[in-house]
């Protein structure tokens, strides 16, 4: 992720990267119209045995008061919060497996067949690379990584046929393999997903180097080895990508390191805090580089009480380090997913999600939080629920707070639902799959206080969901059913 933001071209979306804590955060956002919108309603689903992530059984949520809710989220916070004991903070050799994953229902398949419907209407034959938001042709590593599980799970789950799915992997893999690179040496941040130029944020048609975003590439570099080790026919081609890279520059001394300009210059900076660098740094372990470093999970982690449940935070914050120090739902959700929580300890998950149902449970506000585009200025927030000393916050990259704007996250509520399957992740999965469905994909969340739809369309999101309904139907994490 970068720092570097361009307001949005009249009529146009700025593209969104989730990638990365480090050198703050790619801002990329679409304002997405459609001529039909969901009907909005304010329901959500009952407490059910059903452990299916279909089949809401509706009831009347009460409306939480924005203005309570504010109070209660300041009041939330208690410093120093309940650490974990040693013993508990560590990573299982064994992956973990969430209970009562197994042969997807009707329903299921449904909501992937939904979720596949973004990645049809923004394919680019072209290049086989994937718009980051729909109906804006333009691409960072972490969107198209997101593209490519998305693929593998339409194949796996029998929504693509296998004939498909071999031509536009390889359509895919061959432009990889192939693009231009930011000084001959990694994916630039950004791409036109239709004629592979190197672009910023805003400017499809204007060549422009930016620099390389580690945390990108670790999540780029994890899915090239899935592909490579499911799939042996496509392991020369992937491995034909990664010989693309010249990865000297991309870890100095176990850590991770990407590159902005600014004013011209090039800026060389350790990327990763708590969270996505620890996922993004397996990714290239299984390459082989040393990061080390970035993959400790305890020497800078502090801990904060929120609803009286004690989550883990890094303690590098904007103050002390220049980077925001985000705590979210998503990279934890796709280290369990995807590994099995081999990069973080599973127990950092169970805090994370833990906080976000006691805050239900004393406000009444549905919440399941993470960073995502938006179909409204400024475009894409953090939704985190700790960040630079304060809880609950919603923030820009440059800090900019829009508390208004906090939503409900469908990839959250969907991928929490799958890894842990609990009476309140059921409500989480239920009121998303009520409330947000459009003709072209998943929308990406709906508005806590506006109390409506978030309709920006993403590959993120929508490639989140077909991942995990993945991982459901096989049962273990991704990389140990590919093999690795």
């Known amino acids: 992720m970068t720092s570097d933001f361009e307001p949005p071209p009249k009529n146009l979306s700025i593209l969104a990267s989730v990638g990365g804590v480090v050198t703050a955060a790619i801002a990329i956002a679409g304002l997405n119209f459609w001529s039909t919108y969901l009907t909005r309603s304010q329901i959500s689903s009952v407490e059910t045995p059903d452990i299916s992530i279909t089949q809401p059984f509706l009831v009347k ?6 203005e309570e809710v504010a109070r209660l989220d300041a009041e ?4 120093p919060g309940d650490p974990i004991s040693p013993n508990q903070v560590t990573v299982s050799f064994i992956p973990y497996v969430a209970p009562n994953v197994g042969e997807l229902t009707p329903g299921e398949i449904a909501i992937a067949r939904q979720a596949w419907a973004y990645f049809q209407r923004n ?3 072209e290049t086989g690379l994937v718009n980051s938001v729909d109906g804006f042709t333009s691409v960072t590593m972490w969107d198209q990584a997101s593209a490519i599980a998305a693929l593998v799970s339409a194949k796996e ?9 071999n031509k536009k992997m390889a359509t895919m893999l061959q432009t990889l393999a192939t693009m231009p690179l930011y000084k001959k040496e990694l994916p630039n941040k950004v791409y036109n997903a239709k004629t592979l130029v190197p672009v910023n944020y805003g400017e499809l048609e204007k060549r422009e180097e930016i620099g390389w975003s580690a945390i990108d590439l670790g999540r780029m570099a994890l899915w090239l080895k899935i592909v490579g080790t499911k799939y042996p026919n496509l392991r020369s081609q992937t491995e034909e990508v990664w010989q693309h890279w010249q990865v000297k520059r991309l870890t100095r001394r ?3 390191y990407g590159t902005s300009i600014v004013k011209g210059r090039e800026q060389y900076n350790q990327e990763g805090r708590l969270g996505y660098g620890n996922y993004a740094a397996y990714g290239l372990k299984l390459w082989g580089l040393n990061v080390n470093e970035a993959l400790e999970y305890q020497t800078n982690t502090a801990y904060a009480n929120l609803y009286g449940q004690g989550i883990p935070y890094d303690k590098r914050d904007h103050k002390t380090s220049g980077a925001n120090n985000y705590v979210l739902s998503e990279p934890f959700i796709l280290d369990g997913i995807e590994t099995g929580f081999q990069s973080l300890p599973k127990v950092f998950a169970d805090r994370i999600l833990a906080a976000q149902e006691a805050r239900y449970r004393a406000t009444k506000q549905l919440t399941a939080v993470t960073e995502d585009n938006l179909d409204r ?3 894409f927030v953090y939704n985190s629920l700790f960040v630079n000393g304060e809880p609950w916050v919603a923030i820009t990259d440059t800090r900019e707070q829009h508390q208004n704007l906090r939503f409900v996250s469908t990839k959250a509520a969907i991928g929490w639902h799958v890894l842990y399957n609990t009476d309140y992740t059921r409500k989480l999965s239920n009121f998303v799959q009520t409330n947000l469905q459009s003709d072209n994909g998943w929308y990406n969340g709906y508005y806590e206080s506006l109390r409506q739809p978030n309709k920006s369309l993403t590959a993120n999101n929508n490639g989140v969901i077909l991942t995990s309904l993945l991982y459901k139907q096989v049962g273990k994490p991704l990389t140990v059913w590919a093999g690795l």
């Open 76 to 79: 939330s916070l208690v410093l």
């Open 61 to 66: 949520e009460p409306e939480a008061d924005p």
């Open 254 to 256: 176990g850590e991770m």
């Open 123 to 125: 394919w680019n034959d």
């Open 377 to 379: 200025a400024p475009y």
């Open 157 to 165: 789950l029998n929504i693509v046929s296998e004939s498909e799915f």
